[in-house]
Nanobody, 115 residues
């Protein structure tokens, strides 16, 4: 079992920055991959960024160059640094982990970008 807890969401003006954190109940290096997804009402949950155990990263086209995913092993935490935020980035952001052929989700954190 992997438990995930997101934090760092909030309200920010367009052009601003936020950093989301996802604390895992186990070492992030023991997890095959971790990622951030987001969802708005009426739409499917979509990948924002992911990072594998060997540090391969992947980004959605809409956030590449603005968002950065990283991890800190000492705190079992994965971060999503979000810069140059746009109103279209408004969503609930979820942390996801893939470990032992199972998928785990956090409860989500709301990010609202005002224009």
């Amino acid at each position: 079992q992997v438990q995930l807890m997101e934090s760092g969401g909030g309200l920010v003006q367009a052009g601003g920055s936020l950093r989301l954190s996802c604390a895992a109940s186990t070492s992030v290096f023991s997890i095959s991959s971790m990622g951030w997804y987001r969802q708005v009402p009426g739409k499917e949950r979509e990948l924002v960024a992911s990072i594998t155990s060997d540090s391969y990263t992947n980004y959605a086209d809409s956030v590449r160059g603005r968002f950065t995913i990283s991890r800190e092993s000492a705190k079992n935490t994965v971060y999503l640094q979000m810069n140059s935020l746009e109103s279209e980035d408004t969503a609930v952001y979820y942390c996801r982990a893939f470990s032992g052929f199972r998928v785990y989700w956090g409860r989500g954190t709301q990010v609202t970008v005002s224009s």
